[in-house]
């Protein structure tokens, strides 16, 4: 048989930025009705392989042909035109307005001069049934999760008639629950005709979701593969350009005396309304405690109670003895809590500092970063060139904006300052989420020794393997009360996901106590 | 032996700021923008019938004509640089300091009275006591709206424009009491001469544009050298970061608003003791204040760029005062031309565009 000409061909794509070259003369095929999973470490090159496809970014050097006909995109509102749409790592929604309002933006149905509200929600609606991507066209964005959020950013793409759908990171985002519906979706998709290309971490996933797969090391193409057959550990080592353990191996451990106490805790969410309620727990010296749990029961809240961004209504928080509840986050600080942020561009950084002011954030009012008024240029650079070198944080300097880093790039930048405070407790919230497999063994492979240096770690992720592989005893959160503990040894996926939904309540109670 | 080590270091810092220094936004499209304005403020002279040329001449010779028209731009660039610095102050927590004319009059006022009112003072004591007199007078003033904002959460921009009127109006009802009120003016006494800071040949140029230098380079170092600098660019960039770092928010908030006055209330000192010499009833803002906005914006908020800036609106002022004279063109003219520049420099992405297109005629040519 003749292969078909494909819908995309990307070709001897280049593409530099000061100090590095993202892009460094890929190909790239994509075929109509196929999900193509790009892959790469952090860095390696794949957002703006992508941004350059949906016409964000114009290429040093290479051609783009659609249909076999070279195009040449002056910005996305082209790429849309050519049928090439985009949902980008980090969402770009305009949060006051309603779902439907952001789906139709820029193109919006009209009667006379004024916008035809009935219509557009009935547009919206017939969409969303069609390719089983359920909204609620009336919300608004500030008010709905981060799974429909995206739901609505496939939507918006899919109304403005894309063929082919660029997905660059979608399940970092969101539970695992929702990261397997979305791949029910792209399913369906695939079936009504449309292309993806996929952008993932999680090799587990590429390998289940995908037809092919094109791995991406340092701006150059490796290679493209069918997904059957091949394994996660190939892939990896495709990724990273050697082996990678990809499952971590831990000694038991040995806890101490306890570092953290929380106490019949109680907290308000954003909204006013009850987040946490009477949440005690223990964490020691020398283990790591998992809070595993759907997004939205409270987790979130917790962390920022004990780290001290968010004030109690009632209840303790001790930290080595002292009370630490609704003291002020540089209190915290000293009293020896480090804290990796679960939201990284919201908490964790100032984008518009370089890598260097961002990597003394904990820092900079302490000697020898700050020597009387003064913050010490050379001694700043000098920590932070260190700090790149050991987490392999890859910039070309430390003068370069955190904004110009790719996304793992800047969680790890967040990781090394965090660890690297050598806190007596590590609130570890995703610290793994958008990091390739070879950071991540890196970092796992850093909180057990932290933890194995007697230090206590609170690890909170919504990655049942991530709690699973590092934690030493397991929480289970569930409407804001901590509805069961399982020890490493006894915790399997399923008991985990049974508490999680609140099927099952401590001891095998079903009433709340 | 330490210049040993500064050698390289220095040039290493110099290194660091040529490479990280974004010359493209930073330098490029702001002297394209302003190219644009002046290009399409033409367009507007020949509508009435008026060759832009000559306009462009006059702006020309507004800076270079003669020594003592540069000096005069200078004279009328200086308060524009401390306005200019306190709008970019502010502007890097985030905040719009619309209030820096209230300020800046404040700092005029109370220059003015510490003047007549400590006159037994000896000279340099009581020029200083002057200048301390009206920085902290525009502190004062900003302190209010900046202690809203930081505990009360009200904006700060409603509350600056009323403190400005506050200003204005207390600076004519003083003025013009028995208190302070030179009979046979509309304005106070003369602040005695030994207090006054001299000028350079008579114009309007005069010593305390040293001060705005210096107040340029401490502002500079102040944001990027300094912990205080640190916590306040944090805030102004992302205030959840900054609290999570332990940065007290609302804390500096209001100092940065206050700094920002302080500056603005020193550019008024300067202006009561190094050009006017008394302090005159008001007929309306005296709109350094307020161009001080349209200063830091063009500069990018930067304080090199805000001296700069200044510079190109100290010609602007004083071709305007020209023009009309030279060419028969109303001067409201230029108030076009400065419009169309900010035009081109708030939109910058138009500005990128066209920068775009014209390499890509290039290109192709
Ligand atoms: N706007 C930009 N300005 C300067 N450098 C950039 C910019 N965008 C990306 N880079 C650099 O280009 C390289 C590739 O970045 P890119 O975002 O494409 O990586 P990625 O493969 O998507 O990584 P990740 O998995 O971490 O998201 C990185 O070294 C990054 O620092
Ligand atoms: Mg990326």
């Known amino acids: ?513 | 032996m330490p210049t040993e080590r500064k050698k390289p270091e220095f040039w290493k810092m110099m290194k660091n700021f040529w490479q990280t220094t974004n010359w493209e936004s930073n330098l490029k499209v702001p002297l394209a923008a302003i190219g644009f304005g002046l290009l399409v403020g033409g367009v507007f002279v020949l509508t009435i019938g008026k060759n832009p040329i000559d306009v462009y001449l006059a702006i020309w010779k507004a800076m270079f004509g003669s020594p003592r028209a540069f000096l005069d731009v200078i004279g009328q660039a200086t308060p524009l640089v401390f306005t200019g610095l306190a709008v970019a102050f502010a502007f890097r927590t985030g905040m719009f300091n619309i209030g820096a004319e209230g300020q800046f009059t404040m700092g005029m006022l109370v220059a003015g009275i510490a003047g007549i009112k400590l006159h037994w003072l000896p000279g340099p004591v009581l020029m200083v006591v002057c200048l301390a007199a009206g920085t902290l007078a525009g502190g004062l003033w900003a302190a209010i709206p900046g202690w809203l904002k930081a505990k009360r959460g009200v904006h700060e921009v409603i509350n600056s424009i009323m403190m400005n009127y506050i200003a204005l109006y207390v600076t004519n009802t003083l003025v013009l009491s028995a208190w302070l009120r030179d009979p046979g003016y509309q304005a106070t006494y003369e602040v005695p001469r030994k207090a006054l800071i001299r000028n350079f040949m008579g114009t309007t140029a005069n010593w305390g544009i040293t001060l705005a230098v210096v107040a340029v380079i401490v502002v500079y170092f102040l944001l990027w050298r300094t912990k205080l600098g640190y916590e306040i660019r944090a805030t102004g960039h992302n205030p959840h970061a900054a609290q999570y770092a332990g940065i007290n928010v609302p804390k500096r908030l209001l100092g940065a608003f206050v700094v920002s006055g302080l500056l603005a209330g020193l550019g008024g000192a300067v202006q009561t003791l190094g050009v006017k010499r008394r302090v005159f009833q008001l007929f309306g803002f005296t709109g350094v204040g307020l161009d001080g906005i349209a200063v830091s914006l063009i500069g990018r908020n930067h304080p090199v760029g805000v001296a700069l800036a200044a510079l190109l609106y100290g010609t602007l002022y004083r071709a305007s005062a020209s023009i009309q004279l030279s060419t028969g063109v109303p001067k409201q003219v230029v108030g076009i031309i400065q419009a169309c520049i900010i035009f081109f420099i708030a939109a910058d992405e138009i500005v990128r565009y066209l920068l775009k297109r014209a390499a890509r005629k290039g290109e192709s040519a």
């Open chain 1, 1 to 513: 048989m003749s292969t078909p000409v494909p819908f995309v061909e990307m070709r001897g794509i280049v593409k530099r930025f000061p100090g590095v070259v993202a892009n460094d003369n890929i190909d790239l095929d994509i075929h109509r009705g196929e999900i193509h999973a790009l892959l790469g470490e952090n860095g390696a090159g794949k957002s703006t392989l992508m941004n350059i496809l949906y016409g964000l970014y114009k290429p040093d050097a290479g051609e783009i042909r659609i249909d076999g006909q070279v195009v040449h995109f002056s910005g996305p509102n082209m790429a849309i035109r050519h049928g090439i749409g985009m949902v980008h790592q980090h969402f770009m929604l305009v949060e006051p307005f309603t779902v439907a309002e952001n789906i139709i933006l820029g193109n919006e149905p009209r009667q006379g001069m004024k916008l035809d509200r009935r219509q557009a929600i009935a547009k919206v609606e017939e969409l969303s049934k069609k390719y089983n991507l359920h909204v609620d066209p009336h919300a608004r964005i500030a008010d709905i999760s981060v799974g429909m959020q995206q739901r609505v950013e496939i939507l918006k793409a899919l109304y403005r008639g894309a063929e082919l759908l660029i997905l660059d990171e979608p399940t970092a985002v969101l539970t695992p629950q929702e990261a397997d519906e979305l791949i029910v979706t792209m399913r369906q998709l695939v079936a009504a005709g449309k292309s993806i290309i996929f952008i993932s971490h999680k090799l587990k996933e590429v390998l289940r979701s995908c037809d092919k797969v094109t791995v991406i090391r340092r701006g150059k193409k490796i290679t493209t593969l069918p997904t059957a057959g091949a394994s996660m550990n190939e892939l990896a080592a495709l990724m990273v350009g050697r082996d990678v353990q990809l499952t971590v191996s831990k000694t038991p451990a040995t806890p101490g005396d306890p570092v953290l106490k929380v106490e019949n805790l109680q907290a308000l969410n954003n909204r006013g309304l009850p987040a946490l309620r009477d949440v005690s727990f223990t964490v020691r010296a020398g283990e790591i405690v998992g809070i595993a749990g759907v997004e939205g029961n409270g987790q979130t809240e917790l962390v920022e109670c004990i780290s001290g961004l968010r004030s109690a209504t009632s209840g303790r928080i001790e930290v080595n003895g002292q009370q630490v509840a609704n003291l002020p986050p540089r209190q915290v600080q000293e009293a020896g809590v480090a804290h990796i942020p679960q939201d990284r561009q919201k908490h964790g950084l100032v984008l518009d500092f370089t890598v260097a002011e961002n990597i003394i954030m904990r820092k900079y009012f302490q000697p020898p970063f700050c020597q009387g008024l003064f913050i010490h240029q050379r001694v700043t650079d000098e920590y932070a060139d260190k700090l790149v070198a050991k987490y392999d944080v890859r910039t070309p300097s430390v003068q370069t904006l955190a904004r110009s880093l790719s996304g793992g790039n800047q969680q790890k930048v967040i990781v090394a300052r965090e660890i690297e405070q050598n806190p007596d407790l590590l609130i570890a919230a995703q610290p793994t989420r958008g990091l390739d497999v070879g950071a991540i063994e890196f970092i796992h492979n850093q909180l057990l020794q932290q933890r194995d240096a007697g230090k206590a770690i609170l690890l909170v992720s919504l990655e049942l393997d991530e709690i699973m592989a590092l934690a030493d005893r397991i929480l289970v959160m569930y409407e804001g009360q901590i509805v069961g503990e399982l020890s490493d040894a006894e915790a399997t996926e399923e008991k985990i996901g049974l508490l999680m939904v609140g099927e099952q309540r401590k001891g095998g109670d079903t009433v709340a106590n």
